[in-house]
């Protein structure tokens, strides 16, 4: 049954505000919207870096203790990819030209996901409707999993803080073997109705998984064999899996970000589109210039979300900009001060959401 996507009610004078003030940021900004140099550098480092630990992975490592320091390495080289280049590049922020947005976006499509369909999975319906049940699709990680009180609940949530991070390693692997074929056979994502690929753009989908399938399983099992290619590639995607899902939980499925039910099809949303943003999102770390550059400015998901074709470039400057504009109007700027705080609020709102209680909670708020 197709979905119906909620309506918003109409924009506010926080919404306005927030745009006149970020615009005038950027018309004094010392650097372009994109981030210039800056991208392109850190994107040759990055890539060097997995090119590097793959081929030493596959050319020069011949006892495990070479491989496995390897394989971690290459699985935050891989996400750092994910981070900084096709998720940039995905919002068309990457490069000041579509076509330089449209090449760093397909690095999705080499790395095994597709570009085509994390247009809408992601642009769409999660950054059109995060945290509201049965829309967005992040909040849909599988029957073991109970991200929102407006999911069904089941007994062995109750457990899901603990075995969650082990989900979180199969995450890239089922990625690759099952979301996106699904997705683009059936034409949905999340009971939404998605367009399925056609001409180029299906050429660029089958082009993309058999690109990776050739650096990730031929190469390696024609040089290692196919037992040690199934164990180092499930080391690597399962650490890449873990990362890049706890960098994108922190910002939402955690204590402080408020969870929404699908309104029926005569309602709208509860908020405007900017405060919906601001009731879901949460930073995280924002001091940790490391992380900052790492994560593509991923722990600035509030600025992310309000300004998604921003470059993370400008991210903490942009920050201090929204900080000041919601407290002008006494909405809430949430965030958690160090990466450790993130972690542990996650952890409680999995522990939470694993309890009856919040079976309850839910069934009050609908």
């Known amino acids: 049954m197709q979905r119906t996507l909620p309506k918003y009610p109409p924009h506010g004078a926080l919404r306005n505000e927030l745009k006149a003030a970020v ?18 550098r850190k994107s ?12 030493l992975l596959l050319l020069v490592a011949t006892a495990w203790w070479q491989a496995i320091p390897l394989s971690v390495v290459l699985a935050f080289a891989l996400a750092g990819i994910g981070f900084n280049i096709m998720h940039d590049g995905g919002h068309g922020s990457y490069a000041s030209h579509r076509a330089g947005n449209r090449m760093a976006a397909m690095t999705l499509d080499i790395l095994g996901g597709s570009s085509y369909v994390w247009r809408f999975k992601h642009n769409f319906l999660h950054h059109s409707y995060p945290n509201v049940a049965g829309v967005d699709d992040d909040l849909e990680a599988g029957a073991l999993l109970r991200l929102s009180p407006h999911q069904p609940r089941m ?36 009971g939404h109705r998605m367009p399925r690929p ?29 037992w040690l290619t199934l164990a180092f590639y499930l080391l690597c995607f399962g650490m890449m899996g873990v990362i890049m899902a706890a960098v994108f939980q922190l910002a939402h499925c955690v204590e402080g970000a408020d969870q929404f039910d699908c309104p029926e099809s005569t309602e709208r949303l509860e908020h405007d589109w900017a ?37 993370h470039v ?12 919601c407290l002008r109007h006494h909405v809430a700027y949430r965030e958690h001060v160090t990466l450790w705080d993130a972690l542990t609020a996650h952890a409680r709102h999995l522990r939470d959401m694993g309890h009856a209680s919040a079976v309850a909670a839910s069934a009050a708020a609908a």
């Open 44 to 55: 040759l480092v990055i890539g060097g870096i997995a090119v590097g630990s793959y081929l």
């Open 198 to 226: 056609r001409g180029w753009d299906l050429v660029q989908f089958l082009a993309g998984k058999l690109i990776f399938i050739s650096w990730a399983f031929v190469i390696p099992i024609w040089i290692h064999g196919v």
């Open 275 to 311: 405060e919906q943003q601001l009731a879901t999102t949460v930073n995280f770390a924002r001091g940790s210039r490391l992380l900052t550059w790492y994560l593509g400015g991923l722990n600035y998901q509030v600025e992310h979300h309000l300004f998604p074709k921003i470059s």
């Open 155 to 190: 007994r062995i949530h109750r457990f899901q803080h603990w075995y969650a991070w082990l989900l979180y390693g199969a995450l890239a692997v089922k990625w690759h073997v099952v979301d996106d074929y699904r997705d683009v056979i059936t034409g949905r994502v999340a």
């Open 314 to 325: 400008h991210y903490p400057a942009v920050a201090e900009v929204v900080r000041e504009v």
């Open 23 to 40: 615009q005038a940021y950027l018309d004094g900004a010392p650097h372009d919207s994109p981030g210039g140099w800056r991208i392109f």
